[in-house]
């Protein structure tokens, strides 16, 4: 089903306020694709009630429509906020450039430019390198034989 899994569970369960690694395009904007889906889906919902149950008379049932609209809205905005990092941070920059979303009309259009940007896998300052502990022990066991070695010649 177009990843909805891996894209867009995967980024609201696994990595909910996940600000760390990396965010490809392909995860970036499959996640927003499934958002806009969920999001057009609760809106149409809302819309098409109001036209079969008349909500100008009966308030109550345009307040579920609007607490299922907030809920899901604050559920996706910390996943989303954090995926944008990610996605950032993949293209070699900095997730506080997040902020500049805050400045009006042209925020939003130079965040969308920036997470259309290639990926960058050499030179990534963002990438880094995870080695397990036990590793990590052996490399520091490797390098001191080699230097008992280096003495001992």
């Known amino acids: 089903m177009l990843g909805f899994k ?4 995967s980024a609201i369960v696994n990595n909910y306020a996940d600000f ?5 395009r ?5 996640y927003i694709l499934w958002r806009t889906i969920i999001f057009t889906i609760i809106v149409w919902g809302a819309v098409l ?3 079969i149950y008349n909500i100008s008379e009966d308030y109550d049932f345009s307040m579920v429509w609007g607490i299922v609209f907030l809920v899901c809205l ?3 905005l910390i996943p989303s906020i954090a995926i944008t990092v990610r996605r950032l941070r993949d293209a070699n920059l900095s997730g506080y450039l ?7 009309y042209i925020g ?3 965040i969308f430019i920036m997470t259309l940007l290639p990926s960058v896998k050499s030179d990534n300052r963002f990438i880094t390198v995870n080695k397990s502990e036990s590793e ?3 490399l520091k066991k490797e390098v001191e034989e080699l230097k008992k070695k280096m003495k001992k010649n």
């Open 6 to 9: 891996k894209y867009f569970l």
């Open 20 to 24: 760390t690694g990396l965010a490809s």
């Open 26 to 30: 392909k995860q970036y904007w499959l």
């Open 49 to 51: 009630s109001s036209f």
């Open 74 to 76: 604050f559920g996706i």
């Open 98 to 104: 997040y902020f500049i979303v805050l400045v009006p």
């Open 108 to 110: 939003a259009v130079v």
């Open 136 to 138: 990590l022990e052996k």
